[in-house]
């Protein structure tokens, strides 16, 4: 088959080559790469003999786990679309997703059966499915066949799915692998602990690829992770609040023979570099990535991020690196002219392992070939060609007739609250537009005097007017801080006082 992806094959090579080494593990159980190729075939060939075609969506809903990569691996290599969803989704997400998606036959734990059944889905518990280990290669999947659907987080309105070709994710693939820090062989361990159906699944399969381990934890508890951390895994993948929870767990605790920490996602602070610096050493690499575009969008490699991060901040924004292989970057304004570099605006892209389009409740959209795609977030391009992110562009707030972004304020605020994160809301207001409010996550006493003084710097319209602190501040199933969610949050708690002073003022309960 003329440009078709051999999945199947390389998976089957795979077993061949590194056959009884671990693949995976989750501190429980452990798989090897013969199991784990047999597994994925047993359920590429039930897929098939069910009739399932290329491209056709197929949703998975496994926790973190050794499950994880051969269920993926096994709609992956039957050719269809695979579909994963969180296995901490909502009743109504699934719904949402399927409505967007069209899956009805979902791969999931014999434990969600019932509950799936009720919603009206054909659940297959993956249980049932018993090894092949005969080996029987399937053939190669068409490229432009759909193979992989993600959901946008919906920090901006309900989620819409993004369609990604199997030909896009097989050079992501690629991708991923050529711009890895170091070769993984064996003995190798990486530590994954986000959701197997975002970022995590990537670094998997450029790890299991050369014949390395993966480790797959379901989030970040201190007893699963600490023998882990305490071995000396070669490396770790922890966006910022993943970062920030291990070290809150181990404060001033110092692991050695980390290699490096991938992270991505939101935006790393110095503060928070400083306090990983301190306990892996300087090894903290930073990525930019999206839903609309695989990782790796911008690569800075650890001793770059350690460079940027002793530095005087330049006043652009986060530093993300260079565009990747194969990947174009420009800043344009809001009428989409390209501006030069230091000049700040919006930031477009186009790659190789674009995707392919999106479905929303108006249907799909395909993504005409060579399109730039307008991300919603802003920054700049730096004199050596690194671009810099400020923020999204959607989050921008508008105070006494001033344009104001809650990125720039966080960035002052960075270290305020004992090294938890604060976020930086607009509340609408009569008399101002909006009225700017900093909120804390479980912030330590006498944070706001601190907070206080930091912002004093800044221009008085950027000054926050009232000050919060949350226990838990919500975020979606990334780790971002959802900025509407911590709007509703506060409104669902206090009032404001609109007026040239404008105040918070709690609610009385129910």
Not at 224 to 238: D, H, N, R, S, V
Not at 315 to 330: D, I, K, N
């Amino acid at each position: 088959m003329r440009d078709g992806i051999a999945w199947s094959n390389d998976l089957l090579t795979l077993a061949a080559r590194f056959g009884d080494r671990v693949a995976v593990t989750d501190g429980v159980a452990e798989m090897t790469f013969a199991t784990l190729a047999a597994r994925a075939h047993a359920a590429a060939h039930r897929l098939r003999a069910a009739g399932v075609a290329p491209g056709a969506p197929i949703a998975t809903l496994v926790p973190n786990g050794v499950d994880a990569p051969w269920v993926s691996a096994g709609v992956t290599i039957a050719g269809a679309a695979e579909v994963p969803v969180n296995a901490h989704s909502t009743d109504a997400e699934i719904l949402w997703f399927a409505e967007l998606a069209g899956f009805r036959r979902i791969l999931a734990p014999g434990a969600q059966t019932a509950r799936l059944a009720a919603l009206g889905f054909d659940p297959w518990p993956i249980e049932a499915i018993a090894p092949d280990p005969a080996g029987i290669a399937l053939p190669p999947v068409p490229a432009e066949a759909w193979g992989r659907l993600i959901f946008t987080s919906g920090t901006t309105g309900k989620p819409k799915a993004i369609v990604h070709t199997h030909g896009g994710r097989w050079t992501a693939h690629l991708l991923q692998r050529a711009v890895l820090p170091f070769t993984p062989g064996r003995g190798d361990r990486v530590l994954l602990m986000t959701p197997y159906v975002h970022g995590a699944s990537l670094i998997a399969a450029a790890w299991l690829e050369q014949g390395a381990e993966i480790v797959l934890q379901d989030g970040v508890r201190a007893d699963a992770i600490e023998p882990i951390l305490a071995a000396g895994p070669a490396a770790i993948f922890a966006p910022p609040t993943v970062l920030a929870k291990i070290l809150s767990l181990f404060p001033g605790r110092r692991f050695d023979g980390v290699r490096c920490i991938f992270t991505g996602t939101s935006t790393l602070s110095r503060e928070l570099w400083r306090r990983a610096a301190d306990a892996f050493g300087p090894v903290v690499r930073i990525t930019y990535g999206m839903s609309e575009c695989f990782n790796p969008i911008t690569v800075l490699e650890a001793p770059e991020v350690a460079e940027i991060m002793t530095q005087p901040d330049p006043g652009l924004g986060a530093c993300l690196g260079w565009p990747g292989p194969g990947v174009e970057v420009t800043i344009r304004d809001g009428d989409g002219t390209a501006l030069p570099p230091l000049e700040p605006g919006e930031i477009w892209l186009r790659g190789r392992h674009m995707n392919a389009g999106t479905i929303s409740a108006a249907g799909f959209a395909a993504r005409p070939p060579g399109a730039w795609h307008r991300t919603g977030d802003l920054g700049a391009i730096d004199a050596r060609g690194r671009v810099h992110l400020s923020g999204r562009a959607a989050d921008v707030m508008k105070s006494g007739g001033y344009r104001i972004h809650p990125g720039e304020i966080e960035s002052v605020l960075d270290g305020a609250a004992g090294g938890r994160a604060i976020c930086v809301v607009g509340l609408p207001s009569d008399y101002w537009g909006e009225v700017i409010v900093a909120v804390a996550e479980n912030p330590p006493p006498g944070w706001q005097d601190d907070a206080v003084a930091r912002v004093a710097a800044l221009a008085r319209p950027k000054h926050p007017r009232a000050w919060l602190a949350l226990p838990e501040l919500p975020r979606n199933a990334q780790g971002k801080v959802v900025r509407a969610r911590v709007r509703e949050a506060i409104l669902a708690t206090h009032a404001l006082e609109d007026g040239p002073r404008p105040s918070l003022v709690a609610r009385m309960p129910q």
